[in-house]
């Protein structure tokens, strides 16, 4: 099966991207799974490169590398990057700027689109 994901809120704040991101890593992990995951709005923030967070709090840098290790496409909205001053040299390495248009594509090809 061929799944998207897409993600909207804040990296940190709420723990929708934290929940997102952990249902990419069980999905990834079922053998016949396909997997894209698209941040757009706030949760482009996810991709920054370098996030320090307390001992023993979630990092979701490290999870989203943990994606991109497993072959996970992981493309970030453009508009959405330029608008919190983001270059793609800024992101996770792995992770690409993206476009609506990929993003619609994505929609089309998959067969079960979950949005966080």
């Known amino acids: 099966m ?22 990419a890593l069980a999905l990834r992990k079922r053998e016949h799974v396909q997997l894209n995951l698209f941040l757009m709005a706030d949760a482009v923030l996810t991709a920054k490169a370098g996030q ?14 943990g994606l991109v290790t497993r ?3 992981v493309g970030t909205c453009g508009t959405c990057l330029d608008a919190r001053g983001l270059a793609e040299t800024d992101l996770v390495p792995g992770v690409h700027r993206s476009t609506m248009d990929e993003l619609a594509d994505w929609t089309i090809a998959a067969d079960k689109v979950f949005v966080f």
């Open 52 to 65: 320090k967070t307390p001992d023993g709090f979630y990092n979701l840098e490290r999870m989203l590398k």
């Open 2 to 23: 061929r799944y998207l994901i897409i993600l909207n809120d804040p990296p940190y704040g709420s723990e929708r991207v934290y929940n997102g991101l952990r249902l």
């Open 71 to 73: 072959a996970v496409p």
